[in-house]
């Protein structure tokens, strides 16, 4: 019965990681697919410092994923109104990208969405437009920096997962 659940489990990791690429929440799909099956095989091959772990790393992956864009913008000389600018324009970006190409849309909409925001608030706000395209510039590489590390984030929860959910071995 193990082998099923682990099997399971696999095929779960893999459409979270999936969804991980398509910038959905696709790290916590994994989490949640862990803890049920640590559960189903009592805890036998994952314990709890493992979810705890896994948790952990989830946590930091969506911080620097949500932060990151803001971040940069900041660091590109943009002020408070550029960072919420790009912030506002990555989730804009996600969903009108996901609607106008369904894979590949969301991605370069978050990353355009936040440098466009963040162009776009600057510029309300007075700043010249070289100057605010450089913020925009900014804001988008941090986005593509924060979802790589995202993405980097779950290929650590995937290794865990499958490794530490392995039938057959000492508890992790």
Same mark, same amino acid.
């Given at each position: 019965?193990?082998? *099923?659940?682990? #099997?399971?489990?696999?095929?779960?990791?893999?459409? $979270?990681?999936?969804? #991980?690429?398509? #910038?959905?929440? @696709? &790290?916590?799909?994994?989490?949640?697919?862990?803890?049920?099956?640590?559960?189903?095989?009592?805890?036998? !091959?994952?314990?709890?410092?493992?979810?705890?772990?896994? *948790?952990? *790393?989830?946590?930091? @992956?969506?911080?620097?994923?949500?932060?990151?864009?803001?971040?940069?913008?900041? %660091?590109?000389? @943009?002020? %408070? %109104?550029?960072?919420?600018?790009?912030?506002?324009?990555?989730?804009?970006?996600?969903?009108?990208?996901?609607?106008?190409?369904?894979?590949?849309?969301?991605?370069?909409?978050?990353?355009?969405?936040?440098?466009?925001?963040?162009?776009? !608030?600057?510029?309300?706000? $007075?700043?010249?437009?070289?100057?605010?395209? &450089?913020?925009?510039?900014?804001?988008?590489?941090?986005?593509?920096?924060?979802?790589?590390?995202?993405?980097?984030?779950?290929?650590?929860?995937?290794?865990?997962?499958?490794?530490?959910?392995?039938? &057959?071995?000492?508890?992790?």
């Amino acid at each position: 019965m193990d082998l *099923i659940w682990y #099997t399971a489990l696999f095929a779960l990791l893999a459409l $979270g990681f999936l969804l #991980t690429l398509l #910038t959905l929440p @696709g &790290n916590w799909v994994m989490i949640l697919a862990t803890c049920i099956y640590a559960r189903l095989t009592d805890w036998r !091959f994952l314990g709890l410092r493992a979810i705890l772990i896994l *948790i952990g *790393i989830g946590l930091v @992956g969506e911080i620097v994923d949500l932060a990151a864009g803001s971040a940069a913008a900041k %660091r590109a000389g @943009g002020t %408070r %109104r550029g960072a919420i600018g790009a912030f506002i324009g990555a989730i804009l970006g996600g969903v009108v990208g996901a609607g106008i190409i369904p894979i590949v849309g969301a991605i370069v909409g978050v990353i355009f969405g936040a440098g466009a925001g963040a162009l776009l !608030f600057e510029l309300s706000g $007075g700043k010249p437009l070289l100057e605010a395209a &450089n913020v925009g510039l900014g804001a988008a590489r941090g986005k593509f920096v924060g979802m790589l590390i995202k993405i980097a984030m779950a290929c650590v929860i995937f290794l865990i997962a499958v490794f530490g959910g392995f039938p &057959n071995h000492r508890r992790w």
